[in-house]
């Protein structure tokens, strides 16, 4: 079956650039998503068709994807962005990677 | 306002099944679709399949095939997901969300979530 693979963490400190990855045999073909959940809530969709911003979503996240590879860069990252990452994508079917934890201190 | 309202948490035994509705409103239901999405305590996201609110056409994990049942009734604007033969690691959080952007997925409004408590 498909899978996405991301890192475990990232850790960054206020003010500095995050990158979370996520790697897929199918990502030069199909759309990359992203999504952020603070603990106990709903997730919130950040990034969608590779990067592209919801209405409401800050400016400084952004996403791109090269080959295998698709990259959600949060620019000046804030105390307020600790979160866990997820990235989606589909084959035939959907499927998120595992998560990354990112930490902001 | 876009809004989707998930049924009660639930408490079942092994073997049993559940059905969690998620009831839309503020949009016109038949124009997109709805993604079901869980998350097991500790764990990451598990996307479990879509279905279209316009023609009911499915696409379900294959993990999940043979045991879940995605559907809906647009006299209410309301889906239903329905998982069978339940085990303790169906326990987890079940959330629907809107699919605004194709590809199956998840897009900008969820549901609050419903936990379903699989124990003996």
Redesign the interface.
Known sequence: ?YELTQPPSVSVSPGQTARITCSGDALPK??A?W?Q?KSGQ????VI??DSKR??GIPERFSGSSSGTMATLTISGAQVEDEA?Y?C???D????????TKLTVL | QVQLVQSGAEVKKPGASVKVSCKASGYTFTSYGI?W?RQAPGQ????M??ISAYNGNT?????LQGRVTMTTDTSTSTAYMELRSLRSDDTAVY?CARG??G??????Y????TLVTVSS
Request: charged content about 15%; cysteine-free.
């Open positions: 079956s199909k759309y998503y999504y959940q709903a997730p919130v969709l969608y068709e919801p209405s866990d997820y989606y994508s589909t035939s079917s959907g499927v998120f990677g595992g998560g | 993604s999405v990451g996201l598990e996307w399949g879509w696409n379900y994990a294959q993990k959330y605004d952007y590809d199956y997925g998840p897009g900008d969820w549901g609050q979530g």
